[in-house]
């Protein structure tokens, strides 16, 4: 199975609280995990990615936290502010496959 | 969006008329993706191409043909459009394999009636 299962689907979060997008995977083989944001109109960007040899990652407000052995891992937006108002996309890849298998997608509001 | 273009960029079709939307890159890279995206089903790949003339199928490839005869330009053709076929296109760009960093361009929103 090459799944991915992003949750929640929609998220609404106050400006200046936490963010929190899960993801799991059941292909143990995979050792590529990106997000990627898209906002409206837009096609999607590559916003932070993780290989497995780290279980945290974190970019300005932006930290991947990955769990092998549950085969998790989720993306943590601290300080949200309105302009992080986007569709996220969490995905999976590994070193012996041609494409990334994304996740459905998280809309993202943060009101102000 | 990385030096990459599709066209149309909007495209309002009849059922059953073929249709050819153009993903173009100025880039040079080797692997090139086309997607469709809609609601509550996130990014589906439909076709992929590893090199000129060098394509295979993605997990939503029925009804879909794709072609690539030069490096910068990979093609999607719906046959026969149908309205399950009205979404959004994306196409993307990798230099490498699937660990790589895809570069997506602006979409094209296809309406099939």
């Known amino acids: 199975q090459q799944q991915v299962k992003q949750s929640p689907q929609s998220l609404i979060v106050q400006k200046g609280g936490i963010s929190i997008i899960n993801c799991a995977y059941e292909n143990t083989a995979f050792d590529y995990f990106p997000w990627y944001q898209q906002f409206p109109g837009k096609g999607p960007a590559l916003l932070i990615a993780?290989?497995?040899?780290?279980s945290e990652k974190k970019e300005g407000r932006f930290t991947i936290s990955f769990n092998k052995s549950a085969k998790q891992f989720s993306l943590h937006i601290m300080d949200s502010q309105p302009g992080d108002s986007a569709t996220y996309f969490c995905a999976a890849s590994g070193s012996g496959y041609s494409t990334l298998t994304f996740g459905k997608g998280t809309m993202l509001l943060v009101s102000p | 969006d990385a030096g990459i273009t599709q066209s149309p960029r909007h495209k309002v079709t009849e059922t059953g008329t073929p249709v050819t939307l153009r993903c173009h890159q100025t880039e040079n890279h080797r692997y090139m993706y086309w997607y469709r995206q809609d609601p509550g089903h996130g990014l589906r790949l439909i076709h992929y191409s590893y090199g000129v003339k060098d394509t295979d199928k993605g997990e939503v490839s029925d009804g879909y043909s794709v072609s690539r005869s030069k490096t910068e330009d990979f093609l999607l053709t719906l046959e026969s459009a149908t309205s399950s076929q009205t979404s959004v296109y994306f196409c993307a760009i990798s230099v490498t394999r699937g660990t790589d960093t895809q570069y997506f361009g602006p979409g094209t929103r296809l309406t099939v009636l």
């Open positions: 993780i290989r497995p040899d780290v």
